[in-house]
């Protein structure tokens, strides 16, 4: 894959968003179906991230450039990409958290 976003910062700096970033993005859409990305905003101890989330709840963040980037990462995935802070998050992300909380039944 092409070297699209630049590697780590100085010391000191935030991390931002890589080659294994992406690649991690990638393969994640790839391995699951359902996926949709939320970009969420840079913060005062992060950059922009970008959660993907598959149709089962199970879910991914890493660091991108900037919004633009994780729209057209979404794009160029065939995924639709909304802003997390507009529209939020779905509701079977949340399930998938709570079921991997809650302790095992012993039921198999």
């Known amino acids: 894959m092409a070297r699209l976003w630049r590697g780590r910062g100085r010391a000191g700096q935030q991390r931002r968003a890589d080659d294994a970033d992406l690649a991690h993005l990638v393969a994640f859409a790839e391995r699951h179906s359902g996926v949709e990305a939320f970009v969420e905003p840079p913060t005062a101890v ?54 991997q909380r809650s302790p095992r039944t012993g039921q198999d």
């Open 46 to 99: 992060t950059t922009t991230t970008v959660v993907f989330v598959a149709g089962t709840g199970e879910w991914t963040r890493r660091r991108v450039p900037d919004a633009r980037a994780a729209h057209a990462l979404a794009n160029r995935l065939g995924i639709p990409s909304y802003d997390a802070a507009v529209v939020g998050y779905p509701q079977r992300m949340r399930d998938w958290n709570a079921r």
